[in-house]
């Protein structure tokens, strides 16, 4: 028995009346798979809506994932017929790939392991499946090459193609695509006892004959694996909670393990969003028909973990229908999605939380087809950091009023915190620019707990810091308090809403230098001093006119 849902339907309003949050460096790319030996490429702005660049070479051919990397600066393609992982400067006015990583068969899917500085891809080499990693460390001696694999899993699982990597970097999920509730679990800790292991999961008993995994994505906890799989008239949600090693049941209450039902057919991507409030959000496309009688649907499912109430919200465009919705691809915070349509080409922007359309951008050629992967670029940092709390300036372990839980944070954040040894980490996103302020200030890594950003005129130590509460104070001189959060998901920014701009809020003159922190509340008790406070890493800003 399955939970099969009927769509809501959001329809369009006025696009003044939304409010974009995504800045202008932010930009979407879209690769194809068609005849040729160039398959071509759009690289689209989301919040004006233009064209930026169109290209395509022997390196773009055949994507089949694709992901930007180094906090956006580059842009990572797979290729299935190219054989080959390949990289571009995602900064250049026209991107061009370039192979990084030649293998012997086929690649499906690439993802980034940020704090390893590793790259992950799915190879199908004669013997069957193997996941690959490979040393992204430009430093290292070994950059670009293979430094292990996971096989087996075809032999597990069948014939697989798309796949997913946990947030952490700790866990890939491998589902099989002819989907009978099989899913490979491969552990990609590198200080795992069972690194490059991998589990399976139970099966379901209550899939359909026929029935194809086209997706997976984990949730933003890393705890649940979220599969697409579809058939010819309905698309199927199944969902595995890593915590309890079971399928999510529901419906529970009755003789069998339930899973979300979706009554629009061939459902091709699933993207899950922010975990809110015990709620699963995820949002998917496909290209069906199916007992709803469209062709092409977009939309979010909702699934409430304490009280397993679901619900589908179909999103609809301005005007006309979606057909065949190839490619999905969700904006870095999580508030749009961009998905691929045809007829002509081009890719729907919509509100994640409301469902209203926010923009269509036509592609050059209106004829295109088979545009599968998409993936949507974060404004690139406009910050430098300083001092960090991973023991490269003053270490947090030393802290004169410390005793247990302190601790070194990772490289480049702040010291650890009662939550995440790895600390607070603070970026910079936008252009900092007193007549163009874009600037946004985000803080992650914290308990959910509130938060201030605050400004300052110098590093404080020269650069190293000085102890303060359970971390390091690193921004100083001329103080002024930004703003207040309370984070959700260990995660916040300034600004939000209605908030003045950093440059306004901050009263910030042309070509001056600012540096910003963000102080937490950290009240566990027994965790390192007595305070109850920590913060995280400072950032450096430079301002323009």
């Known amino acids: 028995m399955n939970r099969q849902l009927a769509s809501t339907l959001i329809l369009s309003c006025s696009l003044s009346t939304l409010a974009l949050a995504q800045g202008s460096s932010e930009a979407i790319f879209v690769g194809t798979s068609v005849s040729g030996s160039t398959d071509p490429y759009y690289l689209l702005n989301p919040t004006t809506g233009a064209v930026l660049a169109t290209g395509g070479n022997t390196s773009s051919n055949n994507v089949t994932g694709v992901t930007y990397t180094r906090g956006g600066r580059e842009l990572v393609l797979s290729s299935s017929l190219g054989n080959q992982v390949t990289k571009a400067d995602a900064l250049a006015s026209t991107p061009t790939p370039n192979v990084l990583t030649p293998f012997p068969a086929a690649t499906y899917g690439v993802a980034e392991d940020a704090l390893r500085g590793r790259l992950w891809t799915l190879v199908q080499v004669p013997s069957g499946t193997e996941l690959c990693v490979i040393d992204y460390n430009p430093s290292s001696a070994g950059y670009g090459v293979v430094i292990g694999s996971a096989g087996g899993i075809s032999a597990s699982v069948g014939l697989t193609e798309q796949w997913a990597l946990s947030p952490d970097g700790n866990c890939a999920a491998i589902p099989g695509v002819s989907f009978s509730g099989q899913v490979a679990l491969v552990d990609t800790n590198p200080t795992s006892a069972t690194y490059l292991q991998h589990t399976v999961t139970s099966p379901l008993f209550n899939i359909p004959s026929s029935t194809f995994a086209f997706d997976v994505s984990f949730d933003s906890t890393g705890r649940f694996v979220v599969v697409c799989a579809s058939n010819a008239t309905d698309t199927l949600f199944p969902i595995w909670d890593r915590q309890t090693n079971t399928w999510v049941d529901t419906l529970p209450g009755t003789s069998a393990i339930n899973h979300i039902d979706v009554p629009h057919a061939v459902g091709k991507k699933v993207r899950c969003l922010p975990t809110l409030g015990g709620e699963l959000r995820f949002v998917a496309c496909g290209v069906g028909s199916g007992s709803s009688g469209v062709n092409g649907w977009t939309g979010r499912i909702n699934y409430n973990l304490s009280t397993s109430a679901v619900s589908f919200t179909r999103f609809l465009p301005t005007s006309g229908v979606l ?91 702040g010291c650890a915190n009662s939550v995440n040894p790895n600390g607070a980490l603070l970026e910079a996103y936008g252009t900092p620019s007193v007549a163009l302020d874009s600037l946004q200030l985000r803080g992650s ?65 042309p070509g001056s230098v600012r540096t910003y922190q963000v102080w937490y509340r950290n009240a566990a008790s027994g965790f390192c001093t007595s305070s109850t406070f920590n913060l995280s890493n400072g950032v450096s800003v430079t301002w323009y006119p």
């Open 323 to 413: 057909t065949l919705c190839d490619g999905l691809s969700v904006s870095p915070d999580g508030s749009q999605l961009a998905v691929t349509a045809r007829t002509p080409a081009r890719v729907e922007l919509f509100d994640t939380v409301t469902g209203v359309p926010v923009r269509t951008i036509n592609l050059p050629n209106s004829a295109q087809t088979n545009m599968y992967h998409t993936a949507w670029r974060d404004a690139v940092e406009s910050g430098t950091g300083f001092c960090f709390g991973d023991g490269s300036s003053l270490s947090c372990l030393a802290n004169p009023g410390g005793g247990v839980g302190c601790g070194d944070g990772a490289p480049g954040h």
């Open 445 to 509: 890594g914290m308990p959910n707990s509130s938060s201030l950003y605050f400004q300052g005129t110098t590093q404080l130590g020269g650069g190293i810091g000085a102890y303060f509460g359970d971390g390091l104070r690193c921004a100083g001189g001329a103080v002024i308090r930004l703003g207040t959060k309370v984070n959700a998901i260990g995660a916040s920014q300034y600004p939000t809403g209605a908030d003045l701009p950093v440059s306004v809020r901050g009263a910030v003159p």
